[in-house]
């Protein structure tokens, strides 16, 4: 300010305060003066009325921030490290990890499209191929990450909400339990607050400054946070909204708002592009981040979805194993192989006949996926929360959502009625809350949301603690209800779930506290082994049970290399030799798999189980290329081989399953059927649900064959 004017540059008031009768002259139009009026004294843009603009009192309201961010991460890793969680990895925290150590080892670029996000794995495998197999450096880079969220989160809250919603929010982020907890685990949990975050941030930028880097770099974030979950893809709306219609004064021309919004898409798109170049090269698939979408909207809507995690009947929860059962069951519906691209298009097609079929049980589900959303308890998934509380002390005593809900309401609200920054804030907010409603309701999948949730808390919190608001004519009354209603909503936020029963959750925490309780004598059995070992280190026995012992706490890649040491001293070990084939066929090393499964027959040919290994093995790699010519000759060997072993035990399910399956695909409709009819009996006097779900599909799927007609679905003839 000079001389009295104040100088508005990009649409932004540029000092703290503006105060009445002041001149006001706009950069870029000389001589104009406009007269102050009320609308300046609230800009809509990037700096708040209560911003006072004092640097220093910003680098102290951060340093404290940053210092409590810190100090809480720290004890709880510390905390952590102790605990039996530690170490301890399942599901998809172990799918992870085996990827991340398998891109260390050099097989970073694989064979088929990304079955889930990449990002995660990638800079896992990067941490673990300077740093070595280790979590502590990963989980103390992660805590990191952390702590840049807080510093986003409080730099936003700033230019939102000025000094006092900063320090509220940036205070609430260091404390706030979940994220912590996410940052303690070794899961890509923690990149997603951090980069929504990061592009909520440069959007920010973008607007304040009007530079079409600060727009790309949003974009960029966005297509980063892709990687991690493609339905991030939805904050792309929010940006572009705020580049189009956000513009200011030297970019109100058509070719500016296109600039503007071209930015944003040419960031997404260059953070893109690598994962879409991996799946075209490795399978010609135009599928950008990963072919789990269909499978995951059929998940949220199908006829199985109550609004949390819950699986079709046909498929197990392992995230291994997960995406081969909706393939299987693809298969089985229509008689046709697909790729796993198409597999994904397939579900998102059933999705669409579920949606459109029942209009009103959609709207009722995504209703009670909003009333979850906002409830206090955090999921559990692979990970436990609420178990976790009670081993990392100081967890239990930090705020978890609940006790934003209310804030983070009434601060979501006041953005919403505001222009310019704080729509785009508003915006992010609601389209991470359109995230859960199109999927469903996790601890982690609601993690985006809280950093966001945590800036709107901050700013409501400010907004009730304004004096000069309770203050003004009706302030107190407007102040005062918006008071009751975000405790009211606080208070609900910690009822029960709705549709989950309290003693069912329970039971859920009891066994995943068993599960880890039941590692810690099997890292105790490792270090007695490990001495004994150091003695005779060829000892098969040993060897044999280090590696059984190393898979019970989830080091799959560990246990793969003592089972191979145990198989070098003992060929004819046909149970360890049978694990490995188990854990490479997991790891997408079908040729090894392939190959120890025919070493496994040659060592025990009088047993059926072997032969039903190679079989089977055969099957699944025929059917992966079944476009290539010599796929038919590949089933014609595992019939014979799975012939075999129904010679040599008639009763086993998986030697009748994957006969019939083979034969049905040969063309053999008549045996295939007579296979497949008495697999399913053997599923009934077996009483295994799973088993009996697959065998009904291709029962159903050999008789329309062998009556001439063809499934309905089905576009391709059998190999």
């Not at 012992?549 to 070990?573: F, Q, S």
């Not at 090393?589 to 189980?609: I, M, Q």
Request: proline share 5%; aromatic share 8%; glycine share 10%.
């Amino acid at each position: 300010m000079k001389n009295g004017n104040i100088v508005i540059c990009n649409g932004i008031v540029k000092p703290a305060a503006v105060r009445p009768n002041v001149r006001v002259v706009v950069a870029g139009h000389s001589g104009k003066i406009i007269e102050n009026s009320d609308r300046l004294r609230q800009p809509s843009g990037i700096f708040s009325d209560r911003d006072a603009g004092d640097t220093g009192n910003g680098l102290r309201q951060l340093s404290a921030v940053l210092l409590a961010a810190a100090t809480a991460r720290v004890v709880c890793l510390a905390s952590f490290v102790g605990t039996p969680l530690y170490d301890y990895f399942r599901n998809d925290h172990l799918y992870y990890r085996e990827w991340g150590l398998r891109i260390a080892a050099g097989r970073w670029l694989g064979s088929e499209p990304f079955e889930q996000g990449p990002l995660y794995a990638y800079l896992l495998g990067a941490v673990y191929r300077m740093l070595g197999p280790r979590e502590t450096p990963m989980l103390c880079l992660q805590i990191l990450g952390g702590v840049g969220t807080v510093a986003l989160v409080w730099w936003c809250a700033r230019r939102l909400w000025g000094d006092g919603g900063a320090l509220a929010a940036g205070l609430l982020a260091a404390l706030y339990g979940p994220l912590i907890f996410g940052e303690c685990l070794v899961m890509k949990t923690f990149l997603e607050p951090l980069l929504v975050m990061a592009a909520l941030a440069a959007g920010l930028r973008g607007l304040e400054s009007g530079r079409a880097r600060w727009h790309a770099a949003a974009g960029a974030a966005v297509g980063m946070a892709c990687m991690v979950r493609e339905v991030h893809a939805v904050l792309l709306a929010p940006l572009l909204v705020a580049a189009w219609f956000t513009a200011d004064a030297a970019r109100r021309s058509a070719a500016g708002r296109v600039r503007a919004a071209g930015a944003v898409l040419l960031g997404c798109a260059f953070s893109l592009a690598p994962s879409f170049a991996h799946n075209w090269v490795v399978a010609r698939e135009p599928v950008v981040v990963s072919s789990a979408g269909g499978q995951n909207l059929y998940i949220a809507f199908g006829p199985a979805a109550t609004g949390y995690f819950a699986l079709p009947p046909f498929a197990t929860s392992i995230a291994h194993q997960e995406h081969e059962d909706f393939r299987e069951e693809a298969f089985a519906r229509t008689g046709r192989h697909m790729t796993r691209g198409e597999t994904s298009r397939y579900w998102l097609g059933e999705t669409v006949q579920w949606v459109c079929g029942a209009p009103w049980r959609t709207v009722k589900l995504v209703g009670r996926k909003a009333v979850i959303l906002f409830n206090d308890l955090e999921l559990p998934d692979s990970e436990d929360f609420t178990v976790t509380r009670g081993y990392v002390r100081l967890l239990a005593f930090l705020p978890s959502f609940g006790w934003i809900a209310g804030p983070g309401l009434l601060g979501f609200l006041l953005l919403c009625g505001r222009r310019g920054a704080q729509r785009l804030a508003a915006g992010f907010a609601g389209a991470l809350i359109l995230e859960v409603l199109l999927t469903f309701n996790l601890g982690r999948y609601r993690a985006a949301l809280g950093a966001v949730w945590l800036l709107c808390a901050g700013g409501g919190l400010a907004w009730l603690g304004s004096w000069q608001g309770w203050r003004s004519g009706g302030g107190w009354r407007l102040r005062g209800a918006a008071a009751v209603a975000a405790v009211a909503l606080t208070a609900c936020a910690f009822l029960p779930p709705p549709g989950r029963d309290p003693a069912a959750l329970a039971r859920i925490h009891a066994l995943f506290r068993r599960q880890a309780e039941d590692a810690v004598p099997l890292r105790r059995r490792l270090v007695d082994l490990d001495a004994a070992l150091t003695a005779n280190p060829r000892d098969p026995a040993l060897q044999y049970e280090r590696a059984v012992a190393l898979e019970g706490i989830g080091k799959v890649a560990e246990a793969a290399a003592a089972y191979e040491v145990t198989l070098a001293a003992d060929p004819a070990a046909a149970a360890a030799r049978s694990r490995l084939i188990v854990i490479y066929e997991r790891s997408d090393e079908a040729a090894r798999a392939l190959e120890h499964a025919r070493l496994l027959v040659s060592f025990s040919p009088g047993e059926a189980g072997s032969w039903v290994v190679l079989g089977r093995l055969l099957v699944k790699r025929a059917e992966r290329s079944f476009q290539n010519p010599s796929a038919r000759e590949e089933l014609g060997e595992a019939a014979a081989i799975l012939a075999r072993a129904v010679a040599l035990d008639a009763q086993d399910f998986q030697a009748l399953y994957w006969l019939g399956r083979s034969d049905l695909q040969l063309g053999r409709e008549a045996g295939a059927l007579r296979e497949l009819e008495e697999a399913l009996r053997l599923a009934v006097a077996l009483a295994r649900p799973h088993e009996y779900l697959q065998a009904q599909q291709l029962v159903r799927l050999a008789r329309e064959k062998s009556a001439g007609r063809s499934p309905a679905a089905a576009r391709q003839t059998p190999l």
